[in-house]
Nanobody, 131 residues
Framework: QVRLVESGGGLVQPGGSLRLSCVPS????????IGWFRQAPGKEREGVSC????????YYKEAVKGRFTISSDNAKNTVYLQMNSLKPEDSAVYYC????????????????????????WGQGIKVTVSS
């Protein structure tokens, strides 16, 4: 069965850090582009960051640049999202998604790409930034 599993979420104080992991089951990340998305209560889904496991290309939402880092460890078949200097507005359910097309993942990450289909989605993991 093909699926994506996220881990690493939780409660953290403002200014703190968390590292999210995304591990696929049933396929290798080597040939996929991976995106991290988030959705806060009452808000639309937004793209946070993407990485192309084939060449290391990355994309970041402007609001997280300099604070979040996406990386891929193909040997461990895992994609990470290191989140530093977390703010309350980063609180959301975070999802990882995978597609063989870099274009499809990055389009889905844009504000106008919410209807862009992506091959696989994880079930999401909650991140809460609060004192």
């Amino acid at each position: 069965q093909v699926r994506l599993v996220e881990s690493g979420g939780g409660l953290v104080q403002p200014g703190g850090s968390l590292r999210l992991s995304c591990v696929p089951s049933g396929f290798s990340l080597n040939d996929y582009a991976i995106g991290w998305f988030r959705q806060a209560p009452g808000k639309e889904r937004e793209g946070v960051s993407c990485i192309n496991s084939r060449d290391g290309s990355t994309y970041y939402k402007e609001a997280v640049k300099g604070r979040f880092t996406i990386s891929s460890d193909n040997a461990k078949n895992t994609v990470y999202l290191q989140m530093n200097s977390l703010k309350p507005e980063d609180s959301a359910v975070y999802y990882c998604a995978a597609d063989r097309s870099w274009t499809r993942v990055t389009v889905a990450a844009t504000p106008w790409g919410k209807d862009q289909p992506v091959e696989y989605w994880g079930q999401g993991i909650k991140v809460t930034v609060s004192s």
